[in-house]
């Protein structure tokens, strides 16, 4: 106990003193831009490696990972649970909460009829899809239904 | 009241928004939306629904020193006609709306207010704060903490479920630009006793790994940990190899024991699944660019279940010309499913998708046709297909704002006939904005 008394407040000066040898090296840790420097075309697959190629910096992952090809779109959930600061360089928190947020007004695929070209749940008559979709992968439907978006689930689910 | 202080400090938060922010970026994007929609319901009269829905983004950057922004998005709906939705003629959302500081350093940052997080395994909104930093050698840390974001009551309850706050973090490690190692975990408070429902605490821990040893080979997922259950929820890998440029081949792995993934699912009362009962799925893709206009994929996943073993293979080609401006795509889905997977007493649960699309954007007029087809190898109540083709015009009356306009009409079991039109004004403006506009 003696023991713990007296090294409690070296610890604490030791913690101390590492906080500050981190803050003053993460002034050498720069920021990603808040946005991207130039306007990206609306609609484009994106492909970063075209500009970015084995540019990337410290522990940065190669700008390559992020291109937007078939396969990146439809597995993007991997990329943002670690990467979000750079998908937000070029998208606003709504692009991403049309689809993915606590209450939907409507299908995104009816908001942005005129983008048949984005990915984007739900489309066509789902409602009677989702009678085999939900049996066939339920934890899909957990990820945006579980605990928000079930108001008109509740209707016949109870 | 913990609930109430963490509501009032965030809203305080949103109060403390500098006006003299003569520098700032503004960028302001409206939808505004009237649907009109027939609906004609087996064994139900005909409806006619006129929602008028309004969305509105706003974004202030560059204020006070230039760190500081506001981000705020929601909607409002009335109904013209017929409910839409649910009981309420009128409703609304208040997505987020928060105020943000970066540093100008190790990617730091601090949020206020309501937003989403997204780190490792946690998906949540939340009314509270935020921050994260990159540290050095490689290490970051991210936390979160506050008031659960409610929704609607359940059916016959006084609440959604949820518990009334929430807090939780990730800290990561990331070597070069090969590795990164993650473990996040939220504990959200005790779910309340409901009257109809088995619910349980929401609570999880995870870890989660990418791994790109080479740059043609990249591996990723997360596997997420419930000590409520004491088990195991999910495991979800990914791993892409590209052997040459621009063909990607994909393979994904995901299990999910259903007790412990759902067990915070109140409505279909996760907590009460048998514990042993889990679902996998198996499967693979490989997309190719063949040119810079022409990409194609094709893919096939094979799901196990307890009541069942299914399997979805296809394809899908899409093209663009003229600079990007106009845009086309087909696809075909087959789905094989048995009898446990079906609606009813039907045999099977298979089906056929096609879909095919086209659009064109140009500086003053955007048109969109679209078509999407189900074909049933077994009826679904008396009806062989469920299809739906869609049409869009719109017009850009300046650079920033557009009229369009949606038409559609499809037949499928659940609406004999689904006639939908739409009406949008849309406004995307960004005052002063340097750099690309998101």
């Not at chain 1, 008559?125 to 928000?148: M, Q, V, W």
């Not at chain 2, 903490?145 to 609607?152: C, E, P």
């Not at chain 2, 504990?187 to 821990?205: D, F, I, S, V």
């Not at chain 2, 996998?280 to 810079?292: F, H, L």
Request: charged share 20%; with cysteine.
């Amino acid at each position: 106990m003696k023991l713990l008394k007296t090294s409690l407040p070296v610890l604490a000066l030791a913690g101390l003193f590492m906080i500050l040898a981190a803050c003053a090296q993460m002034k050498s840790i720069s920021s990603l831009p808040d946005s991207h420097p130039e306007a990206l075309t609306t609609g484009q697959q994106v492909n970063c490696s075209e500009c970015h190629e084995d540019q990337q910096k410290g522990t940065m992952k190669a700008f390559a990972a992020f291109s937007h090809s078939a396969t990146f779109v439809k597995n993007h959930r991997f990329y943002s649970a670690s990467d979000d600061r750079l998908c937000s360089t070029c998208h606003k928190s709504s692009f991403c909460n049309d689809c993915h947020t606590n209450k939907v007004q409507m299908k995104p695929s009816t908001k942005y009829g005129y983008r048949p070209d984005r990915e984007m749940p739900h489309r066509g008559n789902f409602i009677t899809l989702h009678k085999i979709e939900g049996k066939l992968d339920p934890a899909s439907c957990y990820r945006c239904h579980g605990r928000a978006n079930n108001e008109r689930c509740v209707a016949c689910h109870n | 009241m913990k609930n109430i202080c963490c509501r009032l400090v965030c809203s305080a938060s949103l109060l403390a928004f500098p006006v003299a922010a003569s520098a700032a970026d503004i960028s302001v994007d409206s939808s505004t939306i009237f649907r009109i929609e027939n609906r004609d319901v087996t064994g139900a009269k005909k409806q006619t629904l006129l929602p008028a829905t309004q969305f509105l983004g706003l974004d202030v950057d560059k204020l006070a020193d230039g760190n500081l922004s506001l981000h705020f998005y929601g909607w409002g709906r009335a109904d013209l006609g017929d409910k839409s939705y649910n009981n309420d003629k009128v409703d609304g959302s208040f997505t987020y709306g928060y105020l943000q500081y970066r540093f100008k350093e190790a990617n730091a940052a601090i949020r206020a207010g309501r937003f989403f997080v997204r780190e490792g395994i946690i998906n949540e909104q939340v009314d509270g704060v935020n921050a994260r930093t990159e540290l050095p050698m490689g290490f970051g840390l991210s936390a979160f903490g506050g008031a659960t974001v409610h929704t609607k009551h359940l059916y016959a309850e006084n609440s959604d479920g949820k518990g009334d706050y929430i807090y939780g973090g990730r800290a990561n490690y990331r070597y070069k630009g090969m590795l990164e190692l993650g473990a996040s975990g939220l504990y959200e408070g005790k779910a309340p006793t409901l009257a109809n429902y088995t619910n349980g605490n929401h609570r999880l821990l995870g870890g989660d790994i990418w791994f790109s040893p080479h740059k043609t080979i990249e591996a990723m997922g997360h596997t997420s940990y419930n000590p409520e259950t004491k088990r195991v929820a999910e495991h979800t890998y990914l791993l892409n190899i590209k052997p040459v440029q621009h063909l990607v081949l994909s393979g994904e792995f995901n299990e999910h024991r259903e007790r412990s993934y759902f067990y915070a699912w109140t409505m279909f009362s996760g907590a009460a699944l048998d514990p042993a009962e889990k679902s996998r799925s198996v499967g693979g893709s490989a997309s190719y660019e063949i040119t810079r206009n022409f990409e194609v994929v094709a893919d096939y996943k094979h799901y196990t279940r307890e009541i069942g073993n299914a399997d979805r293979y296809g394809a899908d080609a899409r093209i663009k010309f003229l600079d990007n401006s106009v845009r086309g795509g087909l696809s075909y889905h087959y789905l094989r499913a048995g009898k446990g997977f079906a609606i009813g007493t039907n045999p099977t649960a298979s089906y056929h998708e096609v879909r095919g699309y086209a659009m064109h954007d140009s500086k003053n007029y955007f048109a969109a046709v679209d078509a999407l087809g189900y074909f049933f190898r077994d009826k679904i109540y008396n009806e062989k297909s469920a299809w739906e083709a869609m049409l869009s015009l719109g017009y850009h009356i300046t650079p920033a704002l557009a009229l369009s306009g949606d038409i559609s009409y499809g037949r499928n079991p659940e609406f004999i006939e689904d006639t939908k039109g739409l009406l949008r004004l849309t406004y995307n403006m960004t005052f002063d904005g340097k750099g690309g506009k998101k």
